[in-house]
């Protein structure tokens, strides 16, 4: 960073960094003497823009690496939840070594690309367990393809419940409750069952609990992915997401 020049600069600049007890100490500036302080940091900022920049560039470093504890610590609090809870959907190995979270939207495009990444893994890596939490943030035709799909889980196998969730993401146009109880009765499910459950306490729970992960972990949209100690945001790709998985089995991290 670019160094002040100026006696008067280095004093206001002494000023911001020893802060309140400066201003405890010292007698309260009069107008004239806060119009000249004004006057100088005007001045002085735009003939030195790049100091403005700087400033900037680490406040947004800070934030960002703020945000990236907080995820952390949450990440690792929730991990149970995320990992072992009876709501999501299991695909994959059961008893992989490594767990990939997903949370996705019905009516997402970018969950729909991303699923043909997340069937690659699973078909490529025999040892990859891949849990699939609904997060339906897109209105309400999500939210209620969301709770038909919950209330299908009570009804339909594992590997079922897989089949069901490729068949309406692969779905074109709106997905919707309709769309939803037409690819569980497809598959098997009483439909009448599905509409009770689905406005049932357990659906409830399950949402409730998903909802609450994606706000503890700063979710801003879908897919999110979680692999390790790592929120991967966005379809981000095959290539990205092996190789965090292989970074969590070399490392135990999700970048070595």
């Not at 009069?30 to 790049?50: C, H």
Request: with cysteine.
């Amino acid at each position: 960073m670019q160094l002040f020049r100026s006696v008067p600069a280095l004093a206001l600049a002494g000023i911001f960094l020893l802060g309140p007890a400066v201003a405890e100490e010292a007698a309260p500036f009069t107008d004239a003497q806060r119009k000249a302080i004004e006057g100088i940091v005007k001045d002085y900022l735009v003939k030195n823009p790049d100091v403005l920049q700087e400033a900037i560039a680490e406040g947004e470093r800070r934030a960002q690496e703020t945000q990236r504890l907080a995820q952390a610590a949450a990440l690792k609090d929730s991990r149970e939840a995320l990992v072992n809870s009876p709501h999501g959907i299991v695909a994959g190995n059961p008893a992989g070594d490594i767990t990939v979270v997903e949370f996705f939207d019905y009516n997402c495009g970018y969950c729909r690309k991303a699923f043909g990444d997340v069937q690659a893994l699973i078909k490529s890596d025999p040892k990859l367990r891949v849990v699939l939490k609904d997060f339906p943030v897109l209105g309400a035709e999500s939210l209620e393809a969301s709770k038909v799909a919950l209330a299908a889980k009570l009804q339909l196998k594992p590997e079922k419940m897989f089949e069901f969730h490729a068949k309406l993401l692969e779905s074109k146009g709106r997905i919707n409750a309709e769309k939803a109880l037409a690819v569980g009765k497809e598959l098997g499910a009483d439909v009448e069952r599905l509409k009770k459950d689905a406005q049932g306490p357990e659906v409830k729970a399950a949402l409730a609990e998903n909802v609450g992960l994606g706000d503890k972990l700063s979710l801003s949209g879908t897919p999110a992915f979680v692999i390790g100690d790592e929120i991967l945001p966005g379809a981000v790709g095959v290539d990205a997401m092996r190789k965090t998985i292989n970074d969590v089995r070399q490392c135990g991290h999700a970048s070595c």
